[in-house]
């Protein structure tokens, strides 16, 4: 089992910046990866930003892709996004996931769809006004 945590939403106005937090508790293998995704009510869960514990492997929705920045601290056991400029339609439940089965080796792939995530935070809240 892995637990998560998410931490750092709020309300922003926008074009400000917000920086989340994902502290994982539990066993983690240097062949997992972990994901950002966030959601509305009524709406499936969307990809957002993903990064491998391990291997210099990220990837970026194209929405966010040039504001947003994932990373990650092993010591500290916790994945970073930073969110720049901001904008109403990043307005989101925010949560992380866990890939059990994301590299092979040294290879990994990031995948953007929630199937793939087996362990789940109970998000953080990002509201952008105009």
């Known amino acids: 089992q892995v637990q998560l945590v998410e931490s750092g939403g709020g309300l922003v106005q926008a074009g400000g910046s917000l920086r989340l937090s994902c502290v994982a508790s539990g066993r983690i293998w240097t062949n997992d990866a972990m994901g950002w995704f966030r959601q509305n009510a009524g709406k499936e869960r969307e990809f957002v930003a993903g990064?491998?514990?391990?291997?210099?492997?990220?990837l970026y929705s194209d929405s966010v892709k040039g504001r947003f920045t994932i990373s990650v601290d092993n010591h500290r056991r916790t994945v970073y996004l930073q969110m720049n400029n901001l904008q109403p339609e990043d307005t989101a439940a925010y949560y992380c996931g866990t890939d059990r089965e994301a590299c092979s080796g040294s290879i990994c792939k990031i995948e953007n769809t929630p199937e793939h995530y087996r362990y789940w935070g109970q998000g953080t809240q990002v509201t952008v006004s105009s």
């Open positions: 990064i491998a514990w391990q291997y210099p492997y990220t």
